[in-house]
């Protein structure tokens, strides 16, 4: 009988937790309405090429995917984003976790982070085409590499953060090394993956396509750059849009509800 109340509870808390995030969708997607009009508007008031409407942009959306270009182009790219997103996350974890834990490392490891914050992506791009040829692994590691300076240092900062005490509490009871990472020192960690996982998610759509226009023939990058030289730019806009559209995609359907579901524990 006692548990009846808080189930009433934990029904009212989401009832009044649904309204705001109904709400916030709709923001979201009234600001794509708006977007979308403006656009429109401004494609009226230009009258030229260079900026066509959003329905002939659409039109040519449908046209590449009836044709399988556009998803075939977009499967590419998107396993290159997830394989370079995977390999980023993992290293740049382990690094800033080590960089964090051990403070001699740390200063061994400084400078060598600062270089590699600092060097334009572009040079490392180039730098690996040169070095491993023009084929899919020297683009992985160039997105890779651009990455991991931006994960180590977000993690870095979380590892320097995790409070001694709850390692002190864990070593008390005993707890095993696996238990102690799992369950005492990763959800401290939890909110700065998250923040790495999302900052680095946006840099490497964008490092991606310089990567697949520079050396790759497939890829959204490269198609882009193959409607640039005809100088077709409802090409250049239908792809682009559906790029975002995936972006946007990834960010409300995976990172906020992951993002929400991993610092739950902290409210």
């Known amino acids: 009988m006692s548990a009846h109340p808080h189930k009433r509870a934990s029904a009212q808390e989401s009832a009044s937790a649904s309204p705001p995030a109904r709400r916030d969708a709709l923001t979201r997607f ?25 329905l002939t942009v659409f039109e040519r959306i449908v046209a590449e995917t009836v044709s399988l270009a556009l998803p075939q182009h977009l499967v590419t790219t998107l396993s290159r984003v997830v394989i370079s ?20 490392l740390d200063l061994f490891l400084d ?9 334009p992506a572009l040079v490392t791009i180039i730098l690996c085409y040169v070095w491993f040829g023009l084929n899919d692994t020297a683009a992985i ?7 991991i300076p931006t994960v180590v240092v977000t993690v870095r900062e979380g590892a320097r953060a995790v409070d001694p005490r709850l390692m002190q509490v ?14 005492v020192y990763l959800p401290q960690l939890q909110p700065y993956l998250m923040a790495a996982a999302r900052s680095g998610l946006s840099l490497i759509w964008k490092i991606v396509l310089v990567v697949e226009l520079l050396g790759r023939s497939n890829g959204i990058g490269f198609q882009l750059n193959v409607f640039f030289q ?5 090409g250049i806009l239908a792809y682009t849009l559906v790029f975002a559209a995936i972006v946007l995609l990834v960010e409300a359907l995976v990172l906020r509800p992951l993002e929400r579901r991993v610092t739950r524990w902290r409210g």
Do not use: C, Q
């Open 111 to 119: 400078g060598w982070l600062v270089l590699g914050l600092n060097i």
């Open 230 to 234: 005809f100088f077709d730019i409802t």
């Open 170 to 183: 864990a070593r008390a009871y005993r707890l095993s090394r696996w238990r102690t990472f799992t369950k």
């Open 85 to 104: 997103f995977g390999a980023a996350m993992l290293i740049g974890t382990a690094i800033g976790i080590a960089m964090g834990h051990w403070r001699r």
């Open 30 to 54: 009234a600001s794509l309405l708006v977007f979308v009009l403006v656009w429109h508007v401004a494609a009226l008031a230009a009258d030229t090429s260079t900026l066509p409407p959003p």
């Open 141 to 147: 590691v160039a997105v890779a590499i651009n990455k």
